[in-house]
């Protein structure tokens, strides 16, 4: 195979992921910002005032409320800090605001399947737990004052204004809320920069997803991955796969394919786990959280992190093991062979038209003049 045959290959391959995710994506980015629309995060910081199981609750359920951007999310979670919500609180609006939101959970059902979505969710708030339980061993109210200080200096990282961002509309009831106008162009402005907001996290995913179904080999992965050693693989792979996610450099909805890929590839269940959770520690990631908290509280963070998503994927894999959810067959729906018409596209039309409102709503409402907000 010559060069431009094997990169062609792998961009037919990258196209046909994007072609399978499109309509829901579209249905995805649109829920979430039906969400946010009628959400304030005004509220966030009273809210979440220490790191009791209810303050991590509430965070958990306002990060899925929110969008799945993880610079955003970065980026709130320090804000809400900096205004008096608890650290670890806000490190849990962090993880749950990339890990339970609603784009990340239809595509993975497309692309993977219900139990991977279903494993996504028992594992999250799981995760949350086992991180507060480490910050509460190892977090020192000396380091935290020296997070506070450093994050008060309000070093920019990455879509700090997207983060900081609230149109909700919060008079009337829910269902009035979305069926107004406000709530209309809110969500649409919600849906339009939420999507420019990953959408280099989405395309680079697909590219990298794209290159390695198109050229590695599956002996390579199930040599990596220790497919022929059951029990060795069950735990090699939560620990490697947060690893991969880190030097991948994709985060956000843009590492469900490259997930799919692995999981065909050999990865073991709670691999697949662990790696969809390591979106908050690609290495731009942990840069961000070096500007904002210094050295010493990211180092913390990474550790904690790390070990929170290990554990949590080797407990969602012994669960799931245990009550047969684990899916026996390896047929991630990564591509079609050929573009045809068929439900996929189908859907991919009529969730495009319903794409096509929300921007015409958008560039009607004053959207553009936001944009410049997004950094």
């Keep these: 195979m010559d060069i431009v045959t094997a990169l062609g290959h792998a961009l037919w391959m990258a196209f046909a992921m994007f072609w399978e995710i499109l309509w ?3 249905l995805g980015f649109g829920l979430s910002a039906v969400v946010q629309a009628v959400v304030s995060k005004s509220e966030m910081t009273r809210l979440l005032p220490s790191d009791s199981p209810k303050s991590l609750a509430i965070a958990c359920g306002l990060g899925a409320a929110s969008s799945s951007c993880s610079y955003a999310a970065v980026a709130l979670a320090r804000s809400i800090f900096r205004k008096g919500a608890n650290f670890t609180a806000a490190m849990a609006f962090e993880l749950a605001s990339t890990n339970l939101v609603a784009e990340l959970t239809v595509i993975i059902i497309v692309l993977m399947g219900w139990q991977f979505a279903a494993a996504e969710f028992v594992g999250g708030p799981l995760m949350v737990v086992l991180m507060a339980l480490l910050f509460r061993l190892f977090l020192s109210h000396k380091l935290v004052a020296e997070a506070r200080t450093q994050a008060d200096k309000g070093l920019k990282g990455k879509m700090e204004g997207h983060a900081e961002m609230d149109m909700s509309v919060t008079e009337g009831s829910f269902w009035q809320r979305i069926t107004s ?26 590219l990298i997803a794209g290159a390695l179904a198109a050229w590695v080999p599956n002996d390579f992965w199930k040599e990596f991955f220790l497919v022929s050693h059951p029990v060795a693989g069950k735990f090699w792979g939560p620990v490697v796969g947060p690893a991969v996610a880190v030097v991948s450099f994709v985060c956000s909805v843009g590492n469900i394919p490259l997930a799919a890929v692995l999981w065909n590839g050999g990865i073991s269940f709670g691999g697949v786990i662990a790696f969809i959770y390591a979106d908050l520690l690609v290495l731009p990631i942990i840069d961000i959280y070096r500007k904002y ?15 929170a998503m290990v554990l949590a994927a080797l407990l969602v894999e012994f669960l799931f093991q245990a009550l047969g959810l684990i899916p026996s067959q390896r047929s991630a729906q990564i591509v079609e062979m050929s573009i045809s018409f068929n439900y996929t596209t189908v859907l991919n039309i009529i969730f495009l038209a319903i794409a096509s409102l929300l921007l015409v709503r958008f560039f009607k409402t004053g959207g553009p003049k936001m944009l410049a907000h997004m950094e």
């Design 293 to 307: 908290y210094g050295w010493k509280v990211t180092g913390l963070i990474v550790g904690v992190f790390y070990v």
């Design 24 to 26: 829901p994506l579209i």
């Design 181 to 206: 106008k406000d709530g209309f162009t809110a969500t649409s402005h919600y849906f339009v920069m939420d999507l420019l907001a990953v959408w280099k996290d989405i395309v680079g995913g697909l």
